[in-house]
């Protein structure tokens, strides 16, 4: 006796994985500033470095180098600065309009990622702990980010780019809905 397979979902073995919908909620736009300010602190160390290392590659006699590497040594802090202007001119727009959040009565829902995306959903009764933090520049644009912790870490979540308010009063609330399930469940 041979065994057939079952075409469990009707549609001839084709089925399609389910699409999950975006988040509801954007960040907030200050965010794509705070993001610029980053980008725009750690390109800039990047260029002033790689400025010292072409200067002191052109001053010195490298010759562990390769030739054509000595030569074209004064390239490289245009190429960092090209790097870096594409980098804080382009991916904070980019990654505003990636990263979405939601919270609904069960579930913390998260999209982050830029070339591969990460959809995050956190069951609100798995949650363990909600931090808020603000970092000198987020307190300067009136930012936050909350960590959404769970006991897996793959479970675990973070929002950032939200208005200050928002976030404590979103952390405010999760804490106190893990709270009432977690004595519901007792």
């Known amino acids: ?25 954007r960040v907030s736009p200050r965010a794509i500033a705070h993001w610029a300010i980053e980008y725009l602190l750690l390109w800039g160390l990047a260029f002033g470095l790689s400025l010292g290392v072409a200067a002191w ?12 590497v000595a030569d074209r040594v ?14 804080v001119t382009v991916a904070p727009v980019w990654r505003y309009r990636v990263h979405r959040w939601e919270v ?10 830029w070339f591969s995306r990460e959809w995050l959903l956190v069951p609100v009764s798995r949650i363990q702990t909600v931090d808020t933090e ?3 520049l987020e307190r300067l644009l009136g ?6 912790n769970t006991a897996s870490h793959t479970g675990s979540s973070q929002v950032s780019g939200l208005p200050a308010a928002v976030a404590t009063r979103l ?11 977690r004595d519901d469940a007792t």
């Open 134 to 136: 603000q970092g000198w």
């Open 171 to 181: 952390a405010d609330d999760l804490a106190h809905r893990a709270h009432d399930l």
């Open 143 to 148: 930012l936050a980010t909350i960590e959404v």
């Open 57 to 68: 590659l052109g001053d010195a006699e490298a010759d562990w180098l390769p030739g054509w």
């Open 104 to 113: 609904s009565a069960d579930v913390v829902y998260t999209r982050t990622g």
């Open 1 to 25: 006796m041979t065994s057939v397979p079952r075409d469990l979902h009707g549609d001839g073995g084709r089925s399609r994985p389910p699409r999950l919908r975006p988040p509801a909620h």
């Open 74 to 87: 004064g390239v490289l802090p245009w190429l960092v600065g090209a790097a870096g202007l594409l980098m």
